[in-house]
């Protein structure tokens, strides 16, 4: 089992920055991949950008070259990096770990993109 610690959401401005951590722990040997998903009012749950077990990575095309996935295996953490967020980007992110055993998602953290 995977457990999930999200942080780093909050308000940023139009054309500011904003960084999103995941901390996982547990069976990390299990991890097959890890990503992050927002839902924004009014929307459906959707991807933003994955990391597979070996480093690929995937973009929502609505993110790409502004928004960047990475890790830190050492500290067993991904994260998201916002650059120059728009107000559609707001909602809240999800980070979403994939394991052999299943599926899990942390409890979410909201981003505002407002000025």
């Known amino acids: 089992q995977v457990q999930l610690v999200e942080s780093g959401g909050g308000l940023v401005q139009p054309g500011g920055s904003l960084r999103l951590s995941c901390a996982a722990s547990g069976s990390i040997a299990s991890m097959i991949g890890m990503g992050w998903y927002r839902q924004g009012p009014g929307k459906q749950r959707e991807l933003v950008a994955s990391?597979?077990?070996?480093?690929?990575?995937n973009y929502a095309d609505s993110v790409k070259g502004r928004f960047t996935i990475s890790r830190d295996n050492a500290k067993n953490t991904v994260y998201l990096q916002l650059n120059s967020p728009k107000p559609e980007d707001t909602g809240v992110y999800y980070c979403k770990a994939v394991s052999l055993s299943g599926t899990t998602w942390g409890q979410g953290t909201q981003v505002t993109v407002s000025s």
């Open positions: 990391m597979g077990s070996l480093g690929a990575t």
